[in-house]
C-alpha cells in the first residue's frame, strides 16, 4: 500500500492551500479503506492529529484548525483532501496522511493496516 501526499508549499498569512493524498496498492488490489486522517509535525515537536474522517465520513479536528481546517474524501478516487484556509504561521509543518486500509496481497492474503504518506511541507510566511 503506498499513500502520495501532496498539495503542500509556501503561502503567506490567511491564504488556503489543498493538500490530497492518493492511496494505491503497489501490489495485490485495494479492499477497502477505512479511516483516513491528516497529522502533522513541526519543527521541534511531535507529530499531532489534525484531522480525521471515517468511512462514514464523520470527522474530528484538532482544537487548533477547526473552522478552518476541513477534511474530505474521495472514495471513488481513494483520495483523502485536507483544505486549509486562513492559514496561520503556526500551521508550518510537514504534513502527513495516514490510512487504515485493507488489500489482498499479489498471493491473495489479506492484508490490513495503518499506513503513512512521505509527507508534504507546508510554510506559512510573509
Known amino acids: 500500500v503506498q499513500l502520495q501526499a501532496s498539495g503542500g508549499g509556501l503561502v503567506q498569512p490567511g491564504r488556503s492551500l489543498r493538500l490530497s493524498c492518493v492511496i494505491s496498492v503497489i501490489s495485490g488490489r485495494l479492499l477497502r479503506i477505512n479511516d483516513m486522517a491528516w497529522y502533522r509535525q513541526a519543527p521541534g515537536k511531535s507529530r499531532e492529529l489534525v484531522a480525521s474522517?471515517?468511512?462514514?465520513?464523520?470527522?474530528n479536528y484538532a482544537n487548533s484548525v477547526k473552522g478552518r481546517f476541513t477534511i474530505s474524501r474521495d472514495n471513488a478516487k481513494n483520495t483523502v483532501y485536507l483544505q486549509m484556509n486562513s492559514l496561520k504561521a503556526e500551521d508550518t509543518a510537514v504534513y502527513f496522511c495516514?490510512?487504515?486500509?485493507?488489500?489482498?496481497?499479489?498471493?491473495?492474503?489479506?492484508?490490513?493496516?495503518?499506513?503513512w504518506g512521505q509527507g508534504t511541507q507546508v510554510t506559512v510566511s510573509s
Open positions: 495516514k490510512a487504515d486500509v485493507n488489500s489482498y496481497s499479489s498471493n491473495d492474503e489479506m492484508e490490513a493496516g495503518y499506513y
Open positions: 474522517i471515517t468511512s462514514g465520513g464523520d470527522t
